[in-house]
């Protein structure tokens, strides 16, 4: 009797190009559950960015879960903000610093792009940047303490800019 049909021999698998994704990606990422008048927040946010293309992703993460999304390749389709994410944990992010934004409280060294709410928080970082790149004198003031001195300087800048607009008003 002879022997009817094909015979299948395996053939080596070479791995497909991974295409990049469709959507770009923003992740939020926390160490505790986000709960309240948050959740709102966070549906309005995914609505407007799915009206650009984007997908959100909001992830409660221990610090080993962290350290494993610092370590994965940095992609220009994917854009990490660390909401309250401690210290310790923000420089496994150094790598990424160009996709990363911290929103809360950063490190005294930290490289990585900040956004806070506190006045207080966010000028000692400002002021450490501007020292980093030379500046050897500072003095910050908030226009609306009562610090002293500070009325008189804002009222002095403002008639030495009204004399130079007088100035420019007359030779021109």
Known sequence: MTKRGAVLVPVEQKPQP????????????????????????????SEQLQLHGIRLIVESCNPSRLKTIASQPCHAWEFCCLLSIPVACQKYFLLKKDSTLVIGFTYFESHLRF????LN?????????????????????NKLSKTAGVAKCVQTFKSLSEKAQDTRCLSG
């Open 115 to 118: 956004l806070t709410p506190d």
């Open 121 to 141: 928080g966010s000028t000692r970082p400002a002021a450490n940047a501007l020292l980093r790149q030379g500046f050897k004198h500072l003095v910050m003031f």
């Open 18 to 45: 991974t295409a990049l994704p469709s959507q770009k990606i923003v992740r939020i990422l926390t160490q505790h559950n986000i709960g309240g008048n948050f959740d709102a927040e966070i549906i309005r946010l």
